[in-house]
């Protein structure tokens, strides 16, 4: 079976950072476009960032470019979301997502993780 588990959320003051980690099993990971999307309460789920195994092409969102940093861990399976200087306004639930081919659409996101909770506080 598929599985992508997120992970690293917490409670953060403003300019605080975190670490937020994707494990995933159950498929050949170096051929999956993973993704990190956030929903904060009210809003709908966006794409914050993604990352392509195939030639290590990223994408940002810019409301985080700069900020937050992806990477991938292929012999571990694992995508890290590395956040920095965080803003109240990246308080929600983030999410990690697999895609078989590169997209910065959510609806094209095929297998998603449980999400994790990111609050920062002002």
């Known amino acids: 079976d598929v599985q992508l588990q997120a992970s690293g959320g917490g409670l953060v003051q403003a300019g605080g950072s975190l670490r937020l980690p994707c494990a995933a099993s159950?498929?050949?990971?170096?051929?999956?476009?993973i993704g990190w999307f956030r929903q904060a309460p009210g809003k709908e789920r966006e794409e914050v960032s993604c990352?392509?195994?195939?030639?290590?092409?990223?994408y940002y969102a810019d409301s985080v470019k700069g900020r937050f940093t992806i990477s991938r861990d292929n012999a571990k399976n694992t995508v890290y979301l590395q956040m920095n200087s965080l803003k109240p306004e990246d308080t929600a639930v983030y999410y990690c997502?697999?895609?078989?081919?590169?997209?910065?659409?959510?609806?094209?996101?095929?297998?998603w993780g449980q999400g994790t909770q990111v609050t920062v506080s002002s």
């Open positions: 997502a697999a895609s078989s081919h590169w997209t910065i659409e959510r609806l094209q996101y095929g297998y």
């Open positions: 159950g498929f050949r990971f170096d051929d999956y476009v």
């Open positions: 990352i392509d195994p195939s030639d290590g092409s990223t």
